[in-house]
């Protein structure tokens, strides 16, 4: 290729660098107003990662490319580390699925941008990346395929860098093979200095790493993550194959403070910072060609949460402390880097607000009993930029406390630096009851079920001062039409026949049920003659005026309040200590 034509392809992609939105989504609600117009914003992102990929790649170089380099998105392991061979390589990162019918994104770019005489390089073995693939590229046309594959991840990332032609006494990058986060953290700014990065499991390093650290002497050793990713065995191992080298550990407490230890230890000043989904490596990899061009940082985020890690916003904050503005662009839909995190982190390079700013506060849903004793609460918890959750008081109005009625009382509270108001619905709900017991009727009976009704009326809201015995006649009283009881079907000896107050034993077994339940001692309770229907046999308790009672006494240390609810076929009683 004539130098003429490489320096125009290298022309086209810079422009497309430059500015050319594959997909762009920018917030610039109300609230952004008085923010530095100098951040701007961007999203490269697809419906799928292997979309993603694809526009990432557009991005990255609408023209003709030598190389691309195709990696599983189904797996991190080997293409973690080609993250150096496609910068070395000038080549975009493409994901592929398992098969050749799902990899149509990847296909696509190659027939559009690879030059027929360019090189595909496929990260993995077969096993990962199938033969059928090397098949449809021969069939579309490239011949130059090159497959870099070990026997196991580790060997992988040994022969990729081997692959790089990496210069003695270069510095070199160790992490870990089980988690992707740290090594997508670095890749970028390893990409960018052409640094190898080797994956070593968390105990020992493999022999063909020690044999390739053995021969590339590096001067400087960056290793990413903790000691259970990395062991200070294997730093130990390192000090004994390099006397001579320096070797630092790049580590926080977290995947975020890890990242953006390493953000800060390589780019102090950035002219674009890039954000992926911390919890995904696929978007942040096939990103990491972009970010490699001027060795910039990807940080990665929460996708759960719209603010950002604590670690992040320090990271953000210091950007306006230095009049720094670097522009924004996501890696991904909004569904893992969302509009809101974008947002806040514009809000945070710009000085909009700051790490210890409010983000939110929620409003508060407390439930209570009737007549229980309750108070506002002096703070509620507000959740900062910075994602951490800080207790601030809080001034209520009204500030008093009503729990006798039962219903739903919305307060109002204000913060002091928290321009909206935030709520408190304080539900109060009658007691839960002691006992409670459900019987059944047929409301077609019209007279029977007015006399149920006429009775339950009458027993409901009593209470029992504890000690205080109970009558269910002297309650109800006489049932007479002049009280309103009607006629209806009762028991006399072995009968049935028409009487006043049929339908009000329901009633009384109804009750008779719910107080044993609540283990109140029966003083007085009668059977009927004759078989009934609303409740199990043996469990009723017949009345007759003034004959017949149903007597029990309330022998707990409480009061105890009966409530009665007539439903459209139903009766039921529920006692309540008070």
């Known amino acids: 290729m004539s130098k003429k034509m490489i320096a125009s392809i290298i022309i086209v992609c810079n422009t497309m660098m430059a500015g050319f939105p594959v997909y762009a989504a920018t917030n610039n609600s109300s609230s952004d107003i008085s923010m530095s117009q100098s951040v701007k914003m961007n999203r490269l992102a697809g419906k799928t990662k ?6 990432i790649s557009e991005y990255y170089c609408s023209g003709k490319v030598d190389h691309v380099i195709l990696a599983t998105g189904n797996n991190f392991a080997d293409g973690i580390s080609a993250s150096v061979l496609a910068h070395t390589k000038e080549a975009p990162i493409l994901l592929v699925n398992s098969t050749v019918e799902n990899s149509q994104d990847a296909f696509d770019y190659i027939r559009q941008h690879l030059d027929p005489s360019g090189t595909v390089y496929i990260i993995g073995g077969v096993g990962i990346i199938g033969d059928e693939f090397e098949t449809e590229l021969n069939e579309l046309g490239f011949a130059q395929i090159v497959r870099i594959a070990g026997l196991d991840r580790y060997d992988t990332s040994y022969r990729i860098a081997e692959s790089l032609h990496t210069t003695t006494g270069s510095s070199v990058v160790i992490s870990s093979g089980e988690d992707y986060s740290d090594a997508l953290s670095i890749s970028s700014f390893a990409a960018n200095k052409d640094w190898p990065i080797l994956l070593s499991p968390a105990k020992e390093l493999p022999e063909q790493l020690r044999n390739y650290l053995r021969e590339l002497k590096p001067a400087k050793v960056f290793v990413t993550g903790g000691e259970v990713l990395i062991s200070n065995n294997i730093i130990s191992e390192i000090s004994d194959l390099l006397p001579g080298a320096s070797i630092e550990r790049l580590m926080g407490q977290s995947r975020f403070d890890t990242n953006v230890i390493i953000a800060k230890t390589f780019a102090t000043n950035p002219a674009t910072v890039y954000l992926a989904n911390g919890y995904g490596f696929a978007d942040a990899l096939a990103g990491s060609t972009v970010a490699a061009q001027k060795g910039e940082p990807i940080i990665m985020v929460d996708p759960s949460i719209p603010t950002l890690p604590k670690a992040t916003a320090g990271y953000f904050e210091n950007f306006c402390a230095n009049n720094l503005s670097p522009d924004l662009v996501a890696f991904g839909g909004s569904g893992v880097v969302s509009d809101e995190i974008m947002a806040n982190s514009k809000r945070l390079i710009s000085g909009a607000v700051k790490g210890t700013s409010i983000y939110s506060i929620a409003d508060l849903n407390q439930t209570v009993t009737q007549n229980e004793s309750y108070s506002l609460p002096t703070t509620v918890p507000a959740k900062l930029y910075n994602s951490d959750t800080e207790n601030l008081p809080v001034q209520w109005n009204p500030q008093t406390i ?14 002091n630096g928290f321009a909206n108001t935030i709520k408190l619905n304080l539900t109060v709900r009658e007691p839960l009851p002691i006992a409670q017991y459900t019987t059944y009727f047929d409301p077609g009976l019209a007279n029977r079920t007015e006399n149920i009704r006429l009775a339950a009326k009458a027993l409901d809201g009593k209470l029992l001062a504890p000690g205080e015995r109970f009558s269910f006649n002297k309650s109800v009283g006489e049932r007479t039409a002049e009280a309103g009881y009607k006629e209806a079907l009762i028991i006399e000896g072995n009968s049935f026949t028409p009487g006043l107050g049929g339908g009000v034993c329901q009633v009384s077994s109804t009750l008779y049920n719910a107080v044993i339940l609540a283990g109140l001692q029966i003083i007085e309770r009668h059977r009927h003659t004759l078989p009934i229907s609303y409740v ?35 009766l039921t009683f529920k006692l309540y200590k008070k």
Request: no cysteine; hydrophobic share 35%; aromatic share 10%.
């Open 50 to 55: 292997y979309e993603t990929a694809k526009a």
């Open 402 to 415: 009503d729990t006798s009625k039962v219903g739903t009382t919305v307060y109002t509270g204000v913060i």
């Open 536 to 570: 199990p046999p043996g469990q009723d308790a017949t009345v007759a005026y003034p004959e017949l009672d149903f007597k029990f006494r309330n022998n707990t240390a409480a009061s105890i309040l009966i409530r009665s609810f007539v439903g459209d076929n139903s």
